[in-house]
């Protein structure tokens, strides 16, 4: 890995989009009243706070995802101090932890880069929303075209950037001279983009289950490619395949057993419907070679010892994500680190770094190196 995705991974932990979002989120929770509510009644369990939100702001909180965001607010104010769990019930500790939490990190917010960061922007936008959603709204982000503009957006920021690009490292295709590599759920196209310029040669096949982002990624895709064609090396045209022939998770992949040297999957595992994920992740390795590697960027849901999602920022940027972004269409949430581990394992994936095969996962659990087990492993 490079020294500047060495650096830019470092100044993820730091967080910078999880401090304000934080903020924003707990002025959310204190302008709907949750906050004073939580003090006033404090100890409660969080069964009786949903009673509460239900009976006092009209909070729908048996549909959907919406129960989940109040435990993952609970979550956000058990981790930067503000409640505490003890016999069942939630305490309220007092204001002001927050700061005190950052300072320990020992830096500070670069404010003005925040502020126009694309994920940061999708986050405030996915947090209007959260009100009329609570109250039983409709979803705010569709994967339609009305919405495409926001996820390319979105799905564009520097840290998932970073991110892709360390993943391709940490996967290391280069010993395969043109691998085919299959970019499951390409959206905007930021993933198909990541792959040409790491691998220019790689045989690349893009899947998605809607069309609103094809023109967009193959767009992104085409100039990519046409860098390394202008330079004088060889591309192949991308195969790209969509609703006609892919129904989404739950559905099998449209290739046959063994068709692909890697598969990289970012941004997209929140998505799977509850319940479907070991399925997806057995056809996942069906569509692998023996050997095949797949990479996963997602983040993981802040574990009781810190041992997984270590990282303070890290563990805020998980259960604030999470919190955001259940206002989108079909959001199942970030999942448990030791529940990925063993649901891979039994998908019949190892760990796949170069270099370190013990390892399944990098990043606070964000990186995911996955290689499919040969048959005789
Ligand atoms: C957050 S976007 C990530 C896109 C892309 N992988 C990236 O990193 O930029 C989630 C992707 O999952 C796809 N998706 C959402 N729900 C899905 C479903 N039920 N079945 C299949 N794909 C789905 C969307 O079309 C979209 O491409």
């Known amino acids: 890995m ?20 934080l903020a924003d989120i707990l002025d959310l929770a204190e302008r709907e009243g949750i906050l004073e509510r939580i003090r006033r009644l404090s100890p409660l369990t969080a069964e009786r706070l949903c009673g509460v939100l239900r009976s006092d702001l009209g909070y729908v909180l048996e549909q959907g995802n919406r129960r989940r965001m109040i ?3 609970l979550g956000l104010l058990a981790e930067c101090g503000r409640v505490k769990e003890a016999g069942g019930a939630w305490h309220w500790r007092g204001e002001d932890t927050v700061s005190a939490a ?4 020992g830096i500070p917010a670069d404010r003005a880069s925040v502020e126009t960061d694309g994920q940061y922007l999708f986050f405030r936008e996915c947090l209007r929303s959260v ?67 790491r691998f220019p040669a790689a045989r690349i096949t893009a899947l998605d289950f809607t069309d609103a982002f094809h023109r967009t990624a193959r767009v992104r895709a085409d100039l990519a490619q046409a860098l390394h064609r202008d330079a004088g090396h060889p591309v192949t045209p991308i195969v790209w395949v969509g609703p006609d022939r892919w129904g989404g998770f739950g559905r099998p992949l449209p290739f046959a057993d063994g068709e692909f040297d890697a598969v990289l999957f970012t941004c997209g595992d929140p998505y799977i419907p509850a319940g479907r994920r070991g399925d997806v992740y ?90 499919k087990a040969r048959g005789d492993a």
């Open 2 to 21: 490079t020294g500047d995705l060495a650096s830019a991974l470092r100044d993820i932990r730091r967080g910078p989009v999880a401090r304000r979002l």
């Open 71 to 73: 435990a993952l607010l």
């Open 102 to 105: 950052g300072d320990a990190a």
């Open 131 to 197: 009100p009329a959603y609570l109250r039983g709204g409709p979803a705010a982000l569709q994967f339609d075209r009305r919405s495409a503009g926001t996820w390319e957006r979105f799905l564009g920021c520097a840290e998932f950037r970073s991110c892709r690009a360390a993943l391709l490292a940490l996967m290391a295709l280069e010993a395969r001279p043109a691998p085919r590599v299959l970019d499951l759920c390409h959206g905007p196209g930021w993933g198909v983009e990541a792959v040409v310029r």
């Open 282 to 371: 057995r056809d996942i390795a069906r569509v692998l070679t023996p050997d095949g590697k797949l990479g996963i960027l997602t983040r993981c849901r802040p574990d009781a010892d810190a041992h997984h999602v270590a990282s303070f920022w890290l563990r805020i940027s998980a259960l604030a994500h999470d919190f955001a972004e259940s206002v989108c269409a079909g959001w199942e949430g970030f999942s448990d680190a030791e529940e990925n581990a063993r649901l891979f394992a039994d998908a019949g994936f190892r760990g796949g770094a170069e270099g370190r095969p013990d390892a399944m996962s990098f990043l606070d659990s964000s990186l995911w190196v996955l290689r």
